[in-house]
């Protein structure tokens, strides 16, 4: 099995930052793709960025330009950097790992901004 570990969620006034990290119990560039995924609640789960194993980036069109996600080659984990947060981007956030054609996540972690 794979486990799959976010970190560097919590509270932040809007307009403010956070940097999201993704790590998992195999090497994470193994990963056909790696995507963080966010749930509001109430809503359903969407796609916010990807990064494939080729190295290709895309976003959603509620992020594009204030998120990045890229690989952190040291610390073998894939980050998301979030600026200009909103209060819309209130969620959930989850990381998803594709491997072999199995999905795996992890358990996710909160990122409340507050108006």
């Known amino acids: 099995q794979v486990q799959v570990v976010e970190s560097g969620g919590g509270l932040v006034q809007a307009g403010g930052s956070l940097r999201l990290s993704c790590a998992a119990s195999r090497s994470i560039f193994s990963a056909s793709a790696v995507s963080w995924y966010r749930q509001a609640p109430g809503k359903q789960r969407r796609l916010a960025a990807r990064?494939?194993?080729?190295?290709?980036?895309n976003y959603a069109d509620s992020v594009n330009g204030r998120f990045t996600i890229s690989r952190d080659n040291a610390k073998n984990t894939v980050d998301l950097q979030m600026n200009s947060l909103k209060p819309e981007d209130t969620a959930v956030y989850y990381c998803?790992?594709?491997?072999?054609?199995?999905?795996?996540w992890g358990q996710g972690t909160q990122v409340t901004v507050s108006s």
């Open positions: 990064i494939t194993r080729g190295g290709s980036t």
């Open positions: 998803n790992l594709v491997l072999y054609g199995l999905d795996y």
